[in-house]
RNA sequence: GGAGGGUUGGCUGAGCGGGUUAAAGCAACAGUCUUGAAAACUGUCGGACCUCCGGGUCCCGUGGGUUCGAAUCCCACACCCUCCUCCA
């Protein structure tokens, strides 16, 4: 959400803000609207002036002839209150309507295009593998080590199901403890939130409206978050922080859950789309100021990429361009690992700031040295998911004889050195 | 799932239809006094929005309703507490 004010006084820059981010928003629309709501607002406040005036007459009034005098002339008053009320309500639900569809302003070093397509690589790291025989896709892999059951996952959740057994899930719990030791050393707090959110969360995110048909909703017409970074933004919601205790940083660890609704002929198979996911991810809650939030944003991705370079898993850095930014960001990188069989990169992570887009929504505020209450700004980024980062850990892995080498960082969790045979068989 | 009690400003807590645009206390901040501190005294002491910068409006869990007028009455919902039931 931005600042109404704001909007009015920046028309064109929210106008081209909307064309960068390929979003239809016809700016024209809401000051016209706004325009509406603030002559309603000027009518109702003077009526409600005029009748708290005369509250303190009736209440003073001597003779019973002259209250009934005052009452008359206020039931006048109030039919006319009641309509421009009226009005004022119909005027202020479109209002916030198309307040919560305002997009916030994508960053200058953000560069112009349609879609992923258009993301422009900053960085890429490590070797890819050269394998001296034809390599495996994970599932082949994982299936012939009974890592996986995708044909079983099916059965038992249907499209996009799957189940992790033995090695796959000591491996995951590898990964899970090392990305917990990793986040928490550089200061940030674990928390294992509320998967299960109210509605107020989902708007507050900005994950509502305009995600609704990718979101589960349960009957009680709360949602399943798609990424802790959901209920750790509703953990200070409508709280007034201390200045000194800022930054907050949070590496939070939950399930998430995906739809996946507009990506049906997409990945149809193994584990790099899902439904149902487990996530380590970083939220950051900052001072105002836009430099403290470049330089959180450039932290935290960094921070993503030393945890891949830890796993010695091949990746490129993109900054993604204003027509793949979501409603709130302001900009954001993707890391993408190197998948050896489809001979592509792909997204493992997401590292995004929004300055006070979803704070100004939360209530999430905090007193600055002068004293005055400024909404905090607020990031975020992925730290590791499961089970998609084993896609490329177990490619980028595979021996010639189908056996997978663990990564020396994660050697001492997973308590061997390579994963060779199924530890149970399949059947 | 059932029964009961509750939700007022940073905290405690009064108010139960009109003189309250919420009493009082605590905490906090500033000043007086003091070598300094404490105490005492004096003052300040929530937020949002609109503004012709005079001021105005709204907020007593949330949303509706009754009324000339609602923290106060009615309805629905949310959350918290106690007990019963169920349960990993």
Same mark, same amino acid.
Not at 114 to 118: L, T
């Given at each position: 959400m931005l600042d109404i004010r704001f909007i009015r006084e920046n028309k064109d820059l929210v106008s081209s803000a909307a064309a960068k981010k390929r979003i239809d928003f016809k700016i024209d629309e809401l000051i016209a609207l706004d325009d509406k709501r603030r002559e309603l607002m000027a009518a109702v406040e003077k009526r409600r002036a005029e009748q708290n005036a005369a509250n303190q007459k009736i209440a003073a009034a001597g003779s019973p002839e002259d209250r009934t005098k005052l009452i008359a002339q206020m039931k006048e008053v109030k039919s006319a209150l009641e309509k421009d009320d009226e009005a004022l309500k119909s005027v202020m639900k479109d209002w916030q309507a198309m307040m919560l569809r305002v997009p916030n302003i994508p960053d200058v070093s953000v560069p112009d295009g349609?879609? *992923?397509? *258009?993301n422009v690589e900053t960085k890429s790291w490590g070797d890819k593998p050269e394998f001296g025989f034809e390599p495996k896709d994970h599932i082949e892999i994982m299936t012939a080590l009974g890592m996986l059951d995708l044909e079983r996952g099916s059965k038992v959740h249907g499209f996009r199901g799957y189940f992790l057994i033995g090695d796959g899930v000591k491996l995951c719990f590898a990964i899970w403890n090392h990305a917990l030791e990793f986040f928490s050393g550089k200061g940030f707090v674990p928390v294992m939130p509320p998967a299960i959110v109210r509605k107020l969360m989902m708007y507050g995110t900005g994950y509502l409206p305009g995600g609704e048909e990718d979101a589960y909703r349960t009957q009680d017409d709360d949602y399943l978050a798609g990424t802790a970074e959901v209920p750790i933004m509703g953990f200070h919601s409508d709280e007034v922080l201390e200045a000194e205790a800022l930054p907050k940083r949070y590496i939070g660890f939950s399930p998430s859950y995906r739809r996946e609704a507009g990506a049906h002929g997409k990945d149809m198979k193994g584990l790099i789309r899902v439904n149902e996911f487990q996530k380590f991810e970083q939220v950051v809650l900052c001072e105002a100021n836009h430099e403290t939030s470049v330089r959180t944003h450039e932290e935290i991705n960094r921070n993503t990429e030393e945890f891949i370079e830890s796993l010695g898993i091949p990746y490129r850095t993109v900054v993604n361009c204003g027509g793949d930014l979501g409603l709130g960001q302001v900009k954001k990188y993707d890391i993408e690992l190197w998948v050896p069989k489809e001979s592509k990169y792909r997204e493992i992570s997401s590292a995004s700031y929004f300055h006070d887009f979803q704070t100004r929504r939360l209530n999430i505020r905090y007193k600055d040295a002068d004293g005055k209450l400024k909404y905090a700004h607020s990031l975020n980024s992925t730290a590791i998911p499961t089970p998609r980062i084993l896609v490329s850990l177990v490619e980028n892995y595979q021996q010639a004889d189908g056996s997978i080498r663990i990564p020396d960082a994660l050697q001492p969790y997973f308590g061997a050195k390579t994963i060779a045979k199924a530890i149970q068989k399949k059947g």
């Open positions: 349609a879609s *992923d397509a *258009d």
